[in-house]
């Protein structure tokens, strides 16, 4: 599943919450046979044409699922808890496998993590150690010793019931690649890769939209271009300005002051709807008994893109439902033409002037449509996600340039 709490985040410590890909997290349990198909680690496939000739590092990072603790897998999937970190962070051990040459693949193995594989070229990423865990590269800031490094990662969680593998872009579009798998029958699902063109017609396309947006691009001194932030770091970097969206969040706070708004949050389950009304400065969600069950403030723009704050959605049966549905709805701009959310037909997607461009451009440079432009793209099955219960094989795909 895409996070249910906001990626953005500094430590890696929360990495479990954070990075659980796949709504089938929340099951209550795998069943006998699926837990007794899955092995202790699967196979990746690291292949490299990105066209390149920079040395490649591979990074597998986060959770040991059987016993919470945090650290790193090696190339046979050896899992390696971090030692204890400091108040000033400290140095962590060099956890990069060297990657494949342009043109080459290597395989590595996945043990049963929610975590993160991380790729770099030309340069080792820096990670350290604080109290609360593993610092992340943190490329809003400028001082970021990662600032100047071409990197990217990707997503996913093996365990009992299976593998979900994906792309994000929720944080940043960098440098490209797909991921995939394959099923028992020996057939391989791949997405996240870019259309023939793809990379340099989003950052053309970002560059060419008003209003801040072209801020979002990262380069080097020497012309590189390294990233474009997701809309809420570009907030946080002073790129884009904190009232981006605010436009927006006003006409809905208009409309649904004098109509309702309705969220049926679960596709298998219609007859739960909860009714949404502003009254000041609060819009308040009623049940089918009329009851309030929850109340939303109104959100500012960065609330908006990273759905927290205003809009956190915690892992529960009501709140977190209904604020991933607005989240959704906010950064597609689907909240005025459809008061019956989630509205998950694309076609209506993105069709105000004011909407999260970013995450508009993104998908329409994606192959399949799909990806993660913001935390809760899977409202509707948008999201670049590959899933298996029974995975035979994982593939991480450094795409070209183009």
């Known amino acids: 599943m895409p996070s ?15 990075a659980l890909i796949g709504t089938a997290l929340t099951v209550a349990g795998p069943s006998p046979t699926v837990q007794a198909a899955v092995p202790a680690t699967i196979p990746l496939t690291f292949k490299n044409n990105s066209g390149r000739a920079d040395q490649v590092y591979v990074y597998n990072l986060g959770t040991e699922l059987s016993t919470g ?6 190339a046979n999937g050896t899992f390696h808890p971090w030692p204890v970190g400091g108040s000033v962070p400290v140095p962590a ?11 080459q693949s290597m395989t590595i193995r996945l043990p049963k993590f929610s975590g993160r594989i991380y790729f770099s070229y030309g340069r080792k990423l820096v990670f350290k150690l604080a109290t609360g865990g593993l610092v992340q590269p943190a490329v809003q800031n400028p001082s970021d010793p990662n600032r100047d490094i071409l990197f990217n990662w990707s997503e996913y969680t093996l365990n009992d019931s299976g593998l979900w593998l994906n792309s994000t872009q929720v944080d940043m579009v960098s440098a490209p690649y ?41 380069t080097r001194a020497d012309g590189t271009v390294l990233r474009a932030l997701a809309p809420g770091h570009g907030i946080e970097a002073g790129a884009l300005p904190a009232n981006v969206m605010n436009d927006y969040i006003d006409r809905v706070w208009t409309k ?28 308040n969600f009623t049940n089918s008994a009329g009851t309030v069950v929850t109340s939303f403030q109104k959100p500012d723009s960065d609330s908006v893109f990273g759905c ?36 998950t037909s694309s076609a209506g997607f993105y069709q105000d002037t004011v909407t999260n461009h970013y995450a508009r451009k993104i998908h329409a440079q994606m192959a399949d449509g799909k990806a993660y432009g913001f935390a809760f793209d899977d409202v509707g099955a948008h999201e670049s ?4 219960g029974d995975p035979r094989q994982a593939y991480v795909t450094l795409d070209p340039f183009d």
């Open 4 to 18: 249910r709490h906001r990626r953005r985040l500094t430590l890696l410590a929360p990495l479990a919450a954070t």
């Open 69 to 74: 603790r945090q650290g790193w897998a090696d």
């Open 93 to 103: 051990p060099d956890a990069s496998i060297a990657g494949p040459a342009n043109g």
């Open 178 to 218: 797909a991921v995939g798998l394959k099923r028992p029958d020996g057939s391989v699902v791949t997405t996240g890769r870019l259309k023939p063109g793809g990379y340099h017609g989003f950052f053309n396309a970002l560059r060419g939209q008003p209003g801040g947006w072209a801020r979002l691009v990262q």
């Open 256 to 283: 649904y002051a004098t109509s309702t708004l309705t969220v049926t949050p679960f596709a298998h389950q219609p007859s739960v709807k909860y009714h949404g009304r502003v009254s000041g400065n609060v819009m």
């Open 308 to 343: 927290y704050k205003l809009l956190d959605a915690p892992n529960d049966q009501v709140r977190g439902p209904i604020s991933r549905t607005l989240c959704a709805g906010y950064n597609r701009s689907t909240l005025l033409t459809n008061p019956q959310q989630p509205d």
């Open 385 to 388: 996600l590959v899933h298996d």
